[in-house]
């Protein structure tokens, strides 16, 4: 299983090199890359290497997308991209066999929106929104909070800063109530209860002013 574009929560895209290799394993080891792809479409300052999904020749890749990342969270509706022969097997399943698809009502609106273009639509305008959303939290981190250090992600939703001098986020967290601001530890993406002085930043749902003022309360935290 892998996110291979904008993942969440670090922001980083597997280079095409490192795809490549992946995919070659794959077919020497007959084992299936299940390739999380929702944050493709999401690309703001770089275009990332080819998807997953360009590959479904083989067998041993299943590429995955989302409605919810590019349209609304709630859908909970997305797609597929895979070799013909696992599709087949994917149809053939019990539960499409008898609920008659997956989520059928809201499969029916977003017919709409495909054929009238009006997805697309929807997609640009995320773009132009949220390259804004990304570049002024890069601006407002260099400002208010010199101290944390991160790769600048190129798409997706998410920063994933490094506190300084091995602060422990969940300790933090524990401080933040009073000031009205959260984030996501960085342990919580970790296996091994790691990534402890890590957190996830997300920049997509709050206005440019809001993010400003969130940083500004995270600050506070910081200092006290």
Not at 2 to 7: D, E, L, R
Not at 22 to 37: C, K, P, S, T, V
Not at 119 to 140: F, G, I, T
Not at 195 to 220: H, P, V, W
Request: with cysteine; hydrophobic share 40%; glycine share 8%.
């Amino acid at each position: 299983y892998t996110i291979p574009t904008f993942q969440n929560p670090t922001g980083r895209t597997l280079s095409q090199e490192r795809r490549e290799v992946l995919m070659q394993l794959a077919r020497e080891h007959n084992f299936l890359i299940l390739a999380d792809e929702v944050y493709h479409l999401l690309a703001y300052t770089e275009k990332p290497p080819s998807p997953f999904a360009a590959y479904t020749d083989s067998e041993n890749i299943i590429s995955l997308n989302s409605f919810s990342k590019i349209l609304a969270p709630g859908l909970r509706l997305g797609w597929v991209h895979a070799h013909p022969n696992t599709l087949a097997r994917l149809a053939a399943s019990g539960l499409l066999d008898s609920g008659g698809g997956l989520n059928p009502f809201t499969a029916a609106l977003l017919r709409g929106l495909l054929e009238s273009g009006d997805l697309r639509k929807n997609v640009d305008s995320l773009l132009a929104l949220y390259a804004k959303r990304l570049a002024h939290m890069d601006a407002c981190l260099k400002k208010y909070l010199p101290e944390l250090t991160y790769d600048l992600p190129h798409g997706g939703y998410f920063f994933f800063p490094r506190l300084p001098d091995g602060m422990d986020a969940t300790l933090l967290r524990e401080k933040t109530a009073p000031f009205k601001v959260d984030f996501r530890q960085g342990q919580k993406f970790s296996g091994r209860g790691g990534l402890t002085d890590y957190i996830r930043l997300c920049f997509a749902f709050y206005a440019e002013d809001q993010i400003e003022d969130g940083l500004t309360r995270l600050k506070r935290v910081l200092m006290r």
